[in-house]
Nanobody, 128 residues
Framework: QAQLKESGGGLVQPGGSLRLSCRGS????????IAWFRQAPGKEREGVSC????????KYADSVKGRFIISRDNSMNSAYLQMNGLEPEHTGGYYC?????????????????????WGQGTQVTISP
């Protein structure tokens, strides 16, 4: 059964960094695009970044451009989200998701409805 599992969350001070990992099983990363979403308390889940399986092209939400870097290593069945310059507004549950050709120009690349497989999430808290 194909599954996704996130890790790497935690508590950091403003200005700090974290690297989230998304480990896939069952071959889910072999052919799917991967995205990261954030859900803050009381808010809807929002897309942060996605990366295509074909050429590694990526898209970022405006709020994280220049701070976050998404990557993937298919040989390790993993995707990553390097988060730098973290601020309290980045607090929330972070979820990785997989979808077939969802991080492409003709798709709503950071739309949650595009992605069919989800991990359980990892909590990120930014606080002094």
């Amino acid at each position: 059964q194909a599954q996704l599992k996130e890790s790497g969350g935690g508590l950091v001070q403003p200005g700090g960094s974290l690297r989230l990992s998304c480990r896939g099983s069952g071959g889910i990363l072999d052919y799917n695009d991967i995205a990261w979403f954030r859900q803050a308390p009381g808010k809807e889940r929002e897309g942060v970044s996605c990366i295509a399986s074909s050429d590694g092209s990526a898209k970022y939400a405006d709020s994280v451009k220049g701070r976050f870097i998404i990557s993937r290593d298919n040989s390790m069945n993993s995707a990553y989200l390097q988060m730098n310059g973290l601020e309290p507004e980045h607090t929330g549950g972070y979820y990785c998701a997989a979808g077939f050709m969802t991080c492409r120009e003709n798709r709503n690349r950071l739309g949650a409805d595009e992605y069919k497989s989800w991990g359980q999430g990892t909590q990120v808290t930014i606080s002094p």
